[in-house]
């Protein structure tokens, strides 16, 4: 089982690494401290991250993780044209690439007449908006999920399945970065749960959905966020 891995240098990706790999796949990291390198600002970068990844994995992809984001402000106050660029700066990292890249294992699944594995890390803020100044994250993530069931509903019969996971916060660097800035244990009361999820959490449901999960779930978005946003 070979499974391509975006942002799996830390937080959230560092940890689905693990848990693929300790239970038995064989896991092409993408990202700045670990497997390949590629900016997914650069509009060339998924098919090149693609490319690299297939002839490493021998020609054969049988699960693709979309993991990699950014967390960025992006205040309605700052001038049109930054605002502008921000904001396709987060659609591009966090949702065209992810397509580009679902694009590619779903053609190539097809052409090899197999069923493959998707799973789209996105976000609670997909459901329940994220703050003024994340309109751009909140809507990327939304795109996702989209995409995701789409995807579920378009190829299931080719054996292809695509799986969604929305954590709320989780405590990696984006987390704590922003935590910090909203006032720390204000957001936490806002957590039936009283905890933000470790990255660790977020790895089981991924490692579930890429190995486990039966193909009838196909289309399925899993909440990994404390009961903060339930449906």
């Known amino acids: 089982m070979t499974i391509l891995l975006t942002g799996s240098s830390r937080g959230i990706g560092a940890a689905i690494q693990q848990s693929l790999t300790a239970a038995g796949a064989t896991v092409i990291g993408h990202g700045t401290r670990s497997g390949i390198a590629a900016d997914f600002a650069d509009p060339a970068a998924p098919q090149a991250l693609w490319d690299a990844a297939l002839e490493q994995a021998g020609g054969t992809i049988d699960v693709l993780v979309n993991n990699a984001g950014v967390f960025e402000a992006n205040p309605l106050d700052r001038d049109h044209g930054d605002w502008v660029a921000d904001w396709d700066r987060t659609m591009r990292v966090n949702l065209t690439a992810a397509a580009e890249l679902c ?5 190539h699944w097809q052409h090899r007449g197999t069923g493959g594995r998707i799973v789209n890390v996105a976000s609670r803020a997909a459901y329940r908006g994220d703050s003024p100044a994340h309109w751009h994250y909140a809507a990327a993530k939304a795109g996702m999920v989209a995409m995701t069931k789409t995807i579920a509903r ?6 292809i399945l695509a799986f969604a996971i929305c954590p709320g916060f989780t405590m990696t660097g984006m987390a704590d970065d922003y935590l910090a800035s909203r006032g720390g244990d ?3 009361a806002d957590i039936p749960l009283g905890k933000v999820a470790d990255p660790e959490e977020v790895a089981a449901v991924a490692r579930f959905c890429a190995l486990e999960a039966p193909a009838s779930m196909t289309g399925a978005v899993l909440d990994v966020n404390g009961a903060s946003y339930v449906r």
């Open 154 to 159: 378009g190829y299931a019969r080719e054996g």
């Open 186 to 188: 204000t957001l936490l």
């Open 103 to 107: 694009r590619l294992a779903v053609r």
